[in-house]
């Protein structure tokens, strides 16, 4: 039981380039997250999806954009990378209060 | 809104001393309350949760935690601490956001065992 997959595991991107994060879990789980961890900054969240086209924005949604097609797949887009962007970031998914289930991590570097 | 506080960045403890980690919250309703541990370069593991009931609540690893509600506390405890607890350990708050479920997160506290 693969739980929540993160792909890739590093990345090194020029500032202005694209990418997509790919998260994807085999729970069944409605509920999954994005959430970026900063040094000294706990986490913070991106965006969430309560379900299959449904998504709305968390506390630091700015640079990024996320679609939820299928109840597995919750990928995380950003545009126009910039160095504030250089982070390491969650994917998490839950089934309502029994607490996360945490992919290993992307981490991304903006250079 | 809700909040919260780990007053440690940093702890140093021997093997085979005790620990506790400290957590204060900030949220207007009953709180679910999570502990979660991160060691280096992996994701975040759920130690122990806390919902409702009994105010000491017990987690995977020999970790506990009790919450007091008129301290807005849910400290973190191990009685006899192993090298290998040697991680980063957040405390989160439970809220509902929209129909969805964020949880916010402590900024962590660094924990170090000397052996």
């Known amino acids: 039981n693969a739980g929540v997959t993160q792909t890739p595991k590093f990345r090194i991107l020029k500032i202005g380039q694209s990418m997509t994060l790919q998260c994807t879990q085999d729970?069944?789980?409605?509920?999954m997250y994005w959430y970026r961890q900063d040094p000294g900054m706990g986490l913070k969240l991106i965006y969430y999806s309560v379900g299959a086209g449904i998504t709305d924005k968390g506390e630091v949604p700015n640079g990024y954009n996320v679609s939820r097609s299928t109840t597995e797949d919750f990928p995380l887009r950003l545009e126009l990378a910039a160095p504030s962007q250089t982070s390491v970031y969650f994917c998490?998914?839950?089934?309502?209060?029994?607490?996360?289930?945490f992919g290993s991590g992307t981490r991304l570097t903006v250079v | 809104a809700q909040s919260v506080t780990q007053p440690d960045i940093h702890i140093t403890v021997s093997e085979g001393a005790s620990l506790e980690l400290r957590c204060n919250y900030s949220?207007?309703?009953?709180?679910?309350l999570f502990w979660y541990v991160q060691s280096p370069g992996q994701g975040l593991q759920l130690l122990l949760k806390?919902?409702?009931?009994?105010?000491l609540v017990q987690g995977i690893k020999g970790f506990e935690a009790e919450f007091k509600r008129s301290q807005s506390s849910f400290n973190l405890r191990k009685p006899s601490v192993h090298w290998s607890d040697a991680a980063e350990y957040f405390c989160a708050v439970g809220a509902e956001v929209g129909t969805g479920n964020q949880f916010y997160f402590g900024t962590g506290t660094s924990l170090t065992v000397i052996p």
């Open positions: 949220y207007g309703a009953t709180p679910y």
């Open positions: 806390y919902f409702s009931g009994d105010t």
């Open positions: 729970m069944n789980h409605n509920y």
């Open positions: 998490a998914t839950d089934r309502g209060y029994y607490g996360y289930t």
